[in-house]
């Protein structure tokens, strides 16, 4: 039987890090699970007119929009770090990370104690593969709130790229901790389990992932991986021919070829 590679991509892909979010009074743009709840941003009326505007094109997918209305609050109020930090959401949406990472420094600069913005300089550097710069970004946002769960899960993403598997095991172990039903981290874990040829543990979070989210494909494709390397062909072909019943077209080639 032909041995295959694990099917998930890596950092923006092992599961894709989670983005930096929006911020604003007890609301957050929700894009792949960080959660943020900061006081109620105060400044100008005519800035918060801008703001409020911004905020409400971004959340509906029109980030150009939304980043002509953040500079023109900025215009108003030129110490407004809120505008700063949201539209460098903004425009690392749109994949102008050095223009991003130029506003979560400005936005650092006005309030330095705002982890968000370290958080978001993190995910910028590592679309750009700057993952030591990301490295230590995440590992300052961690610094200010020792429970982001998904500063740790990005973490633990960026020390995969550098190949420190069991760096990255402790810090996904620690967003997991922090949030049991964060799927990301269970499925990130197991992907790195399976790089050190760690099966029965990759199993583990694999199944942790399906349990709390049914319809993962990608988690039983790569069970199935794991299953087939400890000889357990028959859990394989279970595993995927599921994933493909729920439209992964790899798993539905191998239940064909190999099942």
Request: with cysteine.
């Amino acid at each position: 039987m032909k041995k295959r590679t694990a099917f998930i991509g890596s950092i923006l892909s092992l599961i894709p890090l989670s983005q930096p979010l929006l911020i604003k009074t007890g609301v957050v743009l929700s894009t792949t699970g960080l959660i943020l709840s900061v006081p109620e941003k105060v400044s100008a009326r005519n800035s918060d007119y801008y703001f409020d505007r911004a905020y409400q094109k971004a959340e509906n997918g029109d980030h150009i929009g939304a980043i002509a209305d953040y500079t023109k609050a900025i215009k108003i109020d030129p110490k407004d770090d809120y505008s700063y930090h949201n539209r460098g959401v903004s425009r690392e949406f749109l994949g102008k990370c050095y223009e991003a990472i130029s506003d979560y420094i400005k936005a650092i600069e006005i309030k330095a104690d705002r982890p968000t913005s370290y958080h978001g300089i993190g995910y910028c550097k590592s679309e750009l593969g700057d993952y030591e710069g990301a490295k230590i970004a995440f590992s300052k946002a961690i610094e200010l709130d020792p429970k982001y769960a998904s500063a740790y899960n990005n973490l633990g993403d960026t020390k995969s790229y550098l190949k420190d598997y069991y760096g990255a095991i402790s810090d996904f172990t620690r967003a997991i901790e922090l949030d049991p039903q964060y799927t990301d981290a269970y499925f990130n874990r197991a992907f790195v389990k399976d790089k050190l040829k760690d099966y029965y543990g990759a199993i583990s979070d694999y199944t942790k992932v399906i349990e709390i989210d049914p319809k993962d494909k990608s988690a039983y494709k790569n069970r199935g991986i794991a299953k087939e390397e400890i000889g357990d062909l028959k859990g394989a072909c279970d595993d995927w021919g599921k994933a493909s019943s729920l439209g992964d077209k790899d798993s539905a080639k191998w239940v064909r070829d190999e099942c």
